[in-house]
Each structure stands twice: as structure tokens, then as C-alpha cells.
């Protein structure tokens, strides 16, 4: 693949990646004032279903303009129909300078002539290389943390582990094996460890150990753009929501019990100050950023009390994950780069012409003499007069 293609594909992820923040935050605020504002399972597998999305978008862009169509409709092609229409209300040169300004950056960037983007090719570098070396870190914190666990019961594919040096219970998984690491403090205390154990393995059965993985992976790539972390922040939110829902679902479970769980085990996260401490990809019962100020254990705690979606649901989920599937994908195609010169613009390229024909008259024209408007007008006119035949 080219150079400016795999910048383009660069391009595109993170603009999508912000339309697609945009979508969501939107598509949030309006189911707030419906009965699917509290639906945290069905949010949660749609967001999923969206980040593997984003993250699968430049593949199947590639794939679709390779094996589909190979010049699909795009925003650049609708822009020029809509000037060409009269709908904008600007000069054809300013036009074409701003619709071209992609094409020219990627060229800057592809080239590395100038000294600009070859700084910003080194910060993008250097900053992913750091957000890989902090994951790599963490893997390999995690995979100690595992290696100093004891076995203490295995539940199908699942191990469950028990360490003296864990403060807050976490789950994760390896390629063939999934683990449960519960402190050692848990043992002596049977309600919270059932609830403990039974909000991990909700866990895995949400998918949320694989989708952490997707978006660590996708942090090198994405670190500086802050629509990223918006969407992280997203997804770990209705992760957890979702999670507590699942289980107070539960017939039998004491919601005040399992709301007085989070608070002890966020009191335990508090405990550990140590910096960089967290083992990702894992997910946790509760995150050091609980016990922050500005926490999202408040937050669970209200959720936990809030009405579950009553009635079926099911064919509205349906339609709101059609629709922003949709929306992720025909931005994709509308994001493509145009194709080979279409009549749209060739005729935008001769009239930004016959503008830079007619301003060059009026400067070589005194005012005196002529009208630099009825020269325009003259040059216009007579540039798209019909030949005699």
C-alpha cells in the first residue's frame, strides 16, 4: 500500500472514530427521555459492536472500493454538485482550495519535505511508541501479577486465583484461559466474595475482557485524539452499569448489599498509590479513577437503584443499532477519496479558470477604461458559446 493511502486509512479511523462520538453522545442524550435510557446491556453491545466497527473500518473501506465499488459517492463529489448547483455561496478558487486542502496535506505528509510535518511525524511516533511501551509495561505486570496468584478453584475454562497483593479483584484472560484474581482478604468474607465472583464473571460473559483489549491495542494509534478517550470513557461507564444491572437482575440479590461491595471495594482501590499500577487489559470491580473526586462510584450507585426497561424492547434496540451502523458506514464511504476527473469537475476546474482569467483582465484593466465586471461577464459568456458547425 502507498504512502498516502496508509494516510489517508490514518485519517479517516480518526475522523470516524469522532463522527462516530459525536453519533453516539447524541444518540445518548435522546434516549435519556425515552424508557431505553436505563437499557446499559443493550448500550453496552451496541457500543461494542461499534468500536470493533471503527476499528475494522479502514479493512473494509480498503476491501469495498477494492472488490465493490471502486469509486463510491464521497463528500468531495457532493460538495463540487452542490457548488456547481449554486448552493455555496463562495469563489470557485477559494473552493477548490479548501476542497483540495486534504490531498494537500497528505502530500506535505507523504513527502516529508518540509520541516512541519516531519515533526509531527516524529511527536506521532515517539507519543505512540511511549503508549506502547506503557501497554507492554502492563502486560507484563499483569502476566507477575497472575504468576504470583494461587489457584484456588477452576470453574469450566475459568481459573480462580487468590493474591495477598491485589487490593481489588480484576478479571482478564489469555488466549485459551480466562482468570479471576480475587484478593486474600475476600476469603474471610462470603457475601462480598460471592458478589465479587459473580460481577467478574458477568464480565465475560459481556465480552468486556476482549473489548478492553481492542481499544488498548487501538490507544497507540489514537492517544492524541481526544475522542478516543471519550469513547473509552463510554464504554467502560456502560461496561460497569451494565455489569451491576445484569446482576441485580438477579432474584435474591440484596441491591443494598452488593451497593455496600462497590463502596469497600473503592475504599481497598484507594489503598493503592502506587504509580502505574494499573494491570491492563483488565477489568476491575472498581477503578482507581472511582476514588477520585469527579468518580463514576456515585454514578453506579444511583444506576443501581434505577427501573429496569420494562416491556420489550427489543425491535427499538434493533432499529438504533441499524441506524448508527448506517451512520459509522456511510460516513466510511463518504470519507473515500474521490475518483478520476468527473463532468463536475472538469467544470469546476474551468470556471475556477475563466475566474483567474477575468481577475487577471481586471488588474491589467484600469478602472477607467473597462468594467472588470463586464469583462468577466464577457469571458464567461464567451467561453461556453456553441461552436459553428
Not at 476482549?210 to 490507544?219: D, G, N, S
Not at 477575468?358 to 461556453?384: E, H, K, Y
Request: glycine share 6%; net charge positive.
Amino acid at each position: 500500500m502507498e504512502t498516502d493511502a496508509l494516510i489517508n486509512s490514518y485519517l479517516d479511523l480518526n475522523l470516524l472514530l469522532l463522527v462516530g462520538t459525536l453519533l453516539w453522545l447524541g444518540a445518548r442524550k435522546l434516549l435519556s427521555y425515552t424508557r431505553l435510557a436505563h437499557a446499559f446491556g443493550a448500550q453496552l453491545r451496541l457500543m461494542n459492536a461499534l468500536t470493533l466497527l471503527l476499528a475494522l473500518s479502514p479493512l473494509l473501506m480498503f476491501a469495498f472500493t477494492r472488490l465493490v465499488m471502486a469509486h463510491p459517492p464521497n463528500i468531495s463529489d457532493l460538495l463540487v454538485s452542490q457548488f456547481l448547483q449554486g448552493n455555496v455561496n463562495m469563489s470557485a478558487t477559494r473552493f477548490e482550495s479548501l476542497l483540495g486542502l486534504r490531498e494537500d496535506t497528505v502530500r506535505i505528509l507523504s513527502t516529508q519535505q518540509l520541516l512541519w510535518p516531519r515533526l509531527l511525524t516524529l511527536a506521532l511516533v515517539i507519543g505512540g511508541l511511549i503508549c506502547a511501551a506503557q501497554l507492554a509495561s502492563s502486560v507484563l505486570r499483569l502476566r507477575r501479577a497472575l504468576k504470583g496468584s494461587f489457584l484456588w478453584k477452576r470453574i469450566g475454562g475459568t481459573h480462580i486465583l487468590v493474591s495477598d497483593g491485589t487490593p481489588v479483584a480484576f478479571s482478564t484472560r489469555g488466549l485459551m484461559r480466562r482468570y479471576v484474581v480475587l484478593p486474600s482478604a475476600l476469603l474471610t468474607q462470603p457475601q462480598d466474595l460471592r458478589l465479587t465472583l459473580a460481577h467478574e464473571l458477568q464480565h465475560f460473559r459481556q465480552r468486556d475482557i476482549e473489548c478492553e483489549f481492542l481499544l488498548e491495542m487501538l490507544r497507540p494509534l489514537l492517544f492524541w485524539n481526544p475522542a478516543f478517550y471519550l469513547w473509552q470513557r463510554e464504554v467502560r461507564r456502560l461496561r460497569e452499569f451494565a455489569c451491576d444491572q445484569a446482576l441485580t437482575a438477579r432474584p435474591g440479590l440484596d441491591i443494598r448489599a452488593y451497593g455496600e461491595c462497590l463502596i469497600r471495594a473503592c475504599a481497598h482501590a484507594a489503598q493503592e498509590r502506587v504509580f502505574f499500577t494499573r494491570r491492563s487489559p483488565a477489568v476491575a470491580l472498581v477503578d482507581q479513577r472511582e476514588t477520585r473526586r469527579d468518580s463514576t462510584l456515585q454514578q453506579r450507585i444511583i444506576a443501581l437503584t434505577a427501573p429496569p426497561p420494562q416491556g420489550q424492547s427489543g425491535f427499538g434496540w434493533a432499529m438504533i443499532s441499524v441506524l448508527m451502523i448506517a451512520s459509522v458506514l456511510t460516513t466510511a464511504l463518504l470519507m473515500q477519496r474521490p475518483g478520476d476527473w468527473s463532468h463536475d469537475r472538469l467544470m469546476l476546474s474551468t470556471i475556477v479558470n475563466l475566474e483567474r482569467m477575468a481577475n487577471r483582465t481586471a488588474g491589467n484593466t484600469s478602472a477607467g477604461d473597462t468594467d472588470p465586471v463586464a469583462s468577466a461577464s464577457a469571458i464567461l459568456q464567451g467561453s461556453f458559446m456553441p461552436a459553428e458547425r
